[in-house]
């Protein structure tokens, strides 16, 4: 018989660097800090919509979500947005991401989410139900990228504070957006 799967559950304040680590060592091996790429679902702060599986005192699994409210023409509703899923390499396969991805999905319904938007793809979120729609592009402008587009009439600064405010503005106009916390603004 196999072992029965730890319940998932929030990480404890003392366990948040080990779960760091282990995204860290699956997502960024090279380096890099998912804590720095998604500081809204992996703060502190988020913790307890965040899900662990921990054996032996080490963090070995995770799932977690960050829930937003978003406009679609006027109509509002709460997105949950998953993400940052894994599980130490040595072992995979066992049931452990299904189960923090089922106890997220859980946590989502408990916070009144009407979808979820799944960062990722694979078969572990086809087998609850989710279907890919549409495309998802992301491009990264470095500095020295955007050097070759300016023109003489246009200055690049350093972002500061009243961009944000007035960035935060213009987005609020959108007809499809999510309705972000200033502090969301900040932490990008």
Known sequence: M????????PPEPGEFQALLSLLDGVFRPGGGSMARDYPRLLAETNRFNLRVIVEDGEVVSHAGIAVRGASIEGMCLRVALLGAVATQPDLRGRGYASACVRSAMERAVECGADVMWISGSGNLYGRF???????????????????HFVRPEIEVRKLTEQHLIDAAELYAHEAVRFVRPFEDWRSA
């Open 2 to 9: 196999a072992d029965a799967i730890p319940a998932p559950r």
């Open 129 to 147: 139900g989710a279907r890919a729609v549409g495309s998802d592009l992301e491009y990264v402008v470095g500095a020295d990228h955007v050097r």
